[in-house]
């Protein structure tokens, strides 16, 4: 079997915050095999972005050093910080009018990047940029180039990102909730996109949403993330036809799409200075006991591929509350 193109291993990240320590992820295991797209679903402050930070060796200056290690091609990365995948994992991030400077011709901002981080003379780049604005469907790619950030709409500014993401020729792509700024259309048609070219380009990509329609679309595989741990992975239809771990399960069920009658989680998700002991969602959990305050719990592997951190999830949860 091919090693899996990401492996995330135990990752902790840990930061100081308000006069105490911010233990933002503990013991993250996940991996986006060659060829597949992984997303990570979790409500908000729950580590998402935290985690796409620490692949791409951008954590704050005064991040306490990372435990675990993040695997890139057989490598471990988190030792020096990603210093050496700059320009091998392609980042595509959430806000494209927050993305781009808006004094400088879009295309020599993406020519910069291919500069610093791709081979070849400035004139390739010139003519894989262009073949990339065609590939993400900007229209008149020649003319894109010389074009600065607001002359394009935000579905356009978007592709712009997809090509920069691209542009030097990575095997991964880490995405942090692209389409989030975007209009329904519009997301749909970026969504296609990232589907077509992930394909076409035999890429892999790791894809944070909080959003299941958005993952159900697009995910091969999937990890849901709660303060800042994994409680369950496996394959996205799995997961989502007969979701395991009680928060995934209160999470659909919170989903307008799938639920006719909202219901909702009670309480929130903690801080992250002041994590609970035991599991972290017992506080909010219907099935919780005495032993999920003291016992950490772990990842077991359930049937169809798929890992559970619950050893209470075969139990029916009660009815939950509509809101
Ligand atoms: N620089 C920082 N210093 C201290 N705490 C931080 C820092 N950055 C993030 N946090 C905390 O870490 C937790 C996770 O934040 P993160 O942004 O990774 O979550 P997220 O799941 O991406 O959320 P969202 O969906 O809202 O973007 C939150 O409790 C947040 O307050």
Redesign the pocket.
Same mark, same amino acid.
């Given at each position: 079997m091919m090693p899996p193109l990401l492996e995330i291993s135990q990752l902790a990240v840990t930061?100081p915050?308000g006069g105490a320590l911010?233990e933002?992820l503990d013991d993250v295991t996940l991996k986006v095999p060659a060829g597949c797209i992984t997303g990570v679903v %979790?409500e &908000?402050?729950? %580590?998402? &972005?935290?985690l796409l930070r620490a692949i791409l060796g951008i954590l704050?200056r005064h991040a306490q050093t990372p435990r675990g290690g993040i695997f890139f091609e057989g490598h471990d990365i988190l030792p020096d910080r990603a210093a050496g995948v700059r320009g091998r994992i392609g980042f595509v991030p959430q806000d494209p009018y927050l993305s781009l400077n808006p004094l400088f011709r879009a295309g020599d901002q993406i020519l910069e990047i291919m500069r610093r981080h791709a081979k070849g003379s400035r004139a390739e780049h010139k003519a894989r940029l262009v073949e990339l604005f065609r590939a993400v469907q900007l229209p008149d790619p020649e003319a894109a180039l010389r074009k600065y950030p607001h002359e394009f709409s935000g579905g356009q500014r978007q592709r712009l990102l997809i090509a920069a993401a691209l542009s030097c020729e990575p095997r991964l792509v880490v995405a942090d909730e692209p389409t989030t700024a975007l209009d329904v259309t519009t997301q749909r048609e970026i969504l296609g996109l990232l589907r077509e070219l992930t394909r076409a380009r035999g890429l892999s990509m790791l894809f944070v949403t909080?959003d299941f329609g958005v993952l159900a679309s697009l995910c091969d595989d999937v990890a849901v993330l709660y303060a800042g741990r994994v409680a369950e992975t496996g394959p996205t239809r799995a997961v989502l036809d007969a979701p395991a771990h009680p928060y995934t399960r209160m999470l659909l069920a919170c989903h307008p799409d799938r639920a006719a009658d909202l219901a909702g989680i009670p309480g929130a998700v903690p801080?992250?200075t002041a994590q609970p002991s035991g599991c972290r969602f017992h506080p909010r959990c219907p099935l919780a006991r005495e032993s999920c305050a003291r016992e950490v719990p772990v990842l077991q592997p359930i049937p169809g591929g798929r890992a559970v951190a619950c050893p209470f999830h075969a139990e029916a949860l009660p009815e939950l509350a509509l809101v």
């Amino acid at each position: 079997m091919m090693p899996p193109l990401l492996e995330i291993s135990q990752l902790a990240v840990t930061l100081p915050g308000g006069g105490a320590l911010a233990e933002i992820l503990d013991d993250v295991t996940l991996k986006v095999p060659a060829g597949c797209i992984t997303g990570v679903v %979790g409500e &908000s402050g729950c %580590g998402k &972005s935290t985690l796409l930070r620490a692949i791409l060796g951008i954590l704050p200056r005064h991040a306490q050093t990372p435990r675990g290690g993040i695997f890139f091609e057989g490598h471990d990365i988190l030792p020096d910080r990603a210093a050496g995948v700059r320009g091998r994992i392609g980042f595509v991030p959430q806000d494209p009018y927050l993305s781009l400077n808006p004094l400088f011709r879009a295309g020599d901002q993406i020519l910069e990047i291919m500069r610093r981080h791709a081979k070849g003379s400035r004139a390739e780049h010139k003519a894989r940029l262009v073949e990339l604005f065609r590939a993400v469907q900007l229209p008149d790619p020649e003319a894109a180039l010389r074009k600065y950030p607001h002359e394009f709409s935000g579905g356009q500014r978007q592709r712009l990102l997809i090509a920069a993401a691209l542009s030097c020729e990575p095997r991964l792509v880490v995405a942090d909730e692209p389409t989030t700024a975007l209009d329904v259309t519009t997301q749909r048609e970026i969504l296609g996109l990232l589907r077509e070219l992930t394909r076409a380009r035999g890429l892999s990509m790791l894809f944070v949403t909080h959003d299941f329609g958005v993952l159900a679309s697009l995910c091969d595989d999937v990890a849901v993330l709660y303060a800042g741990r994994v409680a369950e992975t496996g394959p996205t239809r799995a997961v989502l036809d007969a979701p395991a771990h009680p928060y995934t399960r209160m999470l659909l069920a919170c989903h307008p799409d799938r639920a006719a009658d909202l219901a909702g989680i009670p309480g929130a998700v903690p801080p992250a200075t002041a994590q609970p002991s035991g599991c972290r969602f017992h506080p909010r959990c219907p099935l919780a006991r005495e032993s999920c305050a003291r016992e950490v719990p772990v990842l077991q592997p359930i049937p169809g591929g798929r890992a559970v951190a619950c050893p209470f999830h075969a139990e029916a949860l009660p009815e939950l509350a509509l809101v």
